[in-house]
């Protein structure tokens, strides 16, 4: 039998839910939610309205509205497929999930925060909020689930994939999102421990030698100085001038959560003097997830572009990172030292180059509405993003400027010195600036999801993206690019799909964004092939192949994604994008243009968790990458 027939993967995890105290209301409810031929919003709600939990919909328990939940239902669903009462269909667990959209991209998106630490950086606009990292607040959701759990990685993992499955959906394929104070700062021994509790959580792997105790009550309050080993490099130009790390001063902002009359329970974290950061112990948590049951299929970090060397480049792929969020915020020299941010546009043109080269996805953040621009600014530099051929990143979130209590901006408000945009401008200037994004391009955000009491001055809408479609529909304006594009939980039929090729070029490579589509531009899959100047390679491809020898010279494929909800891994199911063939589809495609192209090698930045599915279609370990002669 198939997993789909049994339902493996969806084991009971009712959290103390036991279905059978309510097995034929249960039943009654999976049969109608079955037999449902139009779902929408409010069909699960009449359902439930007819199958009240007590089955007479009058005599509640204090505090209990007289319905399921979406939890106790998915539980239930786990329960009773597990025991063979009911044929798993994956429909129906569709049907009961929450939040449907976080895995709609076809993955299971985990995020995690580092511990409070220092950053180089000191921009105008970033927070700093006593034991938090740099520019992150309390009270956004992904850094308060951080909080909670002490900012140990294992935990943040653990509690993240049991939240998915208890809301119904499979977390077989992780992509796992490394968030906090600039990653290329911290020492290398905290980056390899970090990691390696990450995939120990994916691999279901315990360790008794954690030192956390996650039923830790409240009262306990993070350590505001526990990361205490920042790794400035001796080459570094700011060495001298920035502190080794990021204290508390006199006149700090408290922390949001100590100001809260409620704190939540939280784990005490990791002093990171302390922890094993051997490349024994990651390489051995790597290997086991090659074949766990929650495989990384990507791993992002973020960092500042003048932190990109070729030498951290090769120790991003010694640890599997895949992807690379740069904090570039701006290509505009002057907005640049308005804010302080410690660079210029050459070092991210530099870091651009040095990451593509090595295969990496690239996901800039740019920020409009930064001290001294004007939505006419914006525009311009906007428009810089895809006519400078050192750049055309593969994803990007716009994330407008807000002014928080405690920023120098903050006090540059106060004095005048800043306007923050209207609302309308804002607007207009992202619905103007999404109409230009090319096809090959993902918007992942546009805005940061900073809780409206935060926000000081500025924009407070955070439903942005839809205020922004509005908008565009209103002007007649669309945006192409990839997130408005994607499949995602329709239905789709392979005889609905034709292949198209976006070629361009950037100063380093040939680019080639193929895709497999319907007729109306929607996405169902798609790969980026990379193609790099080898005859006459700028110093940046030298030293990223210097450094990663395994990839000189060799073609690149720096991703390839399937659309339509996550699967789990083996699994099908009718009219999803996932089980097409269409990767490999596009692998095949990818390994024929690059043979014409004049290359006798094509690589592929393969994820842990992926790289056996590149072995059955030929590929074989080199280095960090796999590779197909």
């Known amino acids: 039998m198939t997993d789909e027939q049994t339902g493996r993967g969806w084991q009971p995890r009712g959290r103390g839910f036991d279905a059978q105290q309510h097995r034929a209301t ?3 409810i999976f049969e ?11 069909s699960l709600l009449r359902i439930l309205a007819q199958h009240p939990r007590d089955g007479k919909g009058s005599a509640r328990a204090a505090g209990d509205s007289g319905f399921f939940s979406k939890i106790e239902l998915v539980a239930a669903y786990q329960q ?8 798993f269909e994956r429909a129906i667990l569709r049907r009961l999930q929450m939040k449907p959209v976080r895995t709609a991209s076809g993955v299971a998106p985990v995020t995690v925060l580092t511990e409070p630490a220092g950053c180089p950086g000191r921009c105008v606009f970033c927070p700093d909020v006593a034991g938090m990292p740099k520019s992150y607040l309390p009270n956004e959701p992904g850094a308060r689930r951080a909080l909670q759990c002490g900012f140990d990685p294992y935990l943040q993992v653990r509690t993240r994939l049991q939240t998915f499955e208890a809301m119904g959906h499979t977390a077989e394929k992780v992509e796992l999102l490394i968030l906090g104070g600039t990653w290329s700062t911290y020492s290398k021994n905290y980056r390899q421990w970090f990691v390696r509790r990450c995939f120990d959580a994916m691999n279901e792997q315990a360790d008794p030698s954690t030192g956390l105790d996650p039923s830790a009550t409240s009262g306990r309050t993070p350590a505001q100085d526990a990361s205490t080993d920042i790794n400035f490099p001796a080459e570094h130009p700011e060495r001298s001038s920035h502190p080794q790390m990021r204290t508390q001063s006199k006149d700090a902002k408290p922390s949001h959560a100590q100001s809260k009359d409620a704190e939540p329970p939280r784990a005490q974290p990791k002093n990171t003097a302390t922890v094993d950061g051997s490349w024994d112990a990651l390489l051995a948590a790597q290997a086991r997830n090659e074949r766990a049951a929650h495989r990384n299929v990507g791993l992002v970090i973020e960092t500042r572009p003048d932190w990109v060397t070729a030498a951290e480049i090769q120790h991003l792929r010694r640890l599997g990172v895949t992807k690379v969020q740069l904090g570039v915020q701006s290509l505009d020299e002057r907005i640049l030292g308005l804010n302080q941010r410690g660079h210029d546009l050459e070092a991210v043109r530099r870091a651009v180059r040095l990451l593509r080269a090595a295969g990496f996805k690239l996901l800039l953040h740019w920020m409009p509405n930064l001290h001294g621009a004007t939505p006419e600014s914006d525009r311009a530099d906007f428009a810089r993003l ?12 716009i994330y407008p400027c807000s002014i928080i209590e405690g920023t120098q901006l903050y006090e540059l408000w106060r004095q005048g010195e800043y306007r923050p945009y209207t609302d309308p401008e804002l607007v207009a200037l992202v619905a103007e600036c999404k109409a230009t994004i090319p096809p090959y391009c993902r918007v992942n955000r546009v805005f940061r999801d900073i809780p409206a ?3 000081v001055a500025g924009s407070k809408v955070s439903n942005l993206r839809q205020v922004v479609q509005d908008y565009m529909a209103a002007h007649g304006l669309a945006c192409g690019c990839v997130r408005c594009r994607e499949v995602r939980h329709g239905a789709v039929e392979d005889a609905d799909l034709r292949p198209v090729v976006h ?3 950037t100063d380093t490579s040939r680019e080639q964004f193929l895709s497999y589509e319907t007729a109306d531009g929607r996405l169902a899959a798609f790969l980026r092939l990379s193609l790099p100047d080898a005859g006459a390679p700028r110093d940046e491809v030298r030293a990223v192949w210097d450094a990663l020898p395994e990839i000189a010279g060799a073609a690149m494929i720096r991703e390839v994604h399937v659309y339509g909800p996550a699967l789990g891994i083996g699994s099908a199911s009718a009219g999803e994008a996932q089980h097409l063939g269409l990767g490999r589809r596009l692998i095949a495609e990818a390994q024929t243009r690059a043979r014409a192209a004049g290359f006798d090698r094509l690589a592929v930045i393969s994820a842990i968790g992926t790289r056996e599915y590149y072995e059955k279609l030929g590929f074989a370990r080199a280095g960090t990458y796999m590779v197909a002669g």
Do not use: C, H, M
């Not at 051929?389 to 979130?397: C, G, Q, S």
């Open 503 to 505: 070629a361009y070029a």
């Open 32 to 42: 109608a939610v079955r037999g449902a031929d139009d779902w929408d919003r409010d």
């Open 386 to 397: 895809w006519s400078d051929p050192a750049l055309r990143p593969d994803e990007l979130k």
């Open 26 to 28: 249960l039943l009654a």
């Open 80 to 87: 009773l497929t597990a025991a063979g009462e009911l044929p």
């Open 453 to 455: 009491d935060d926000i």
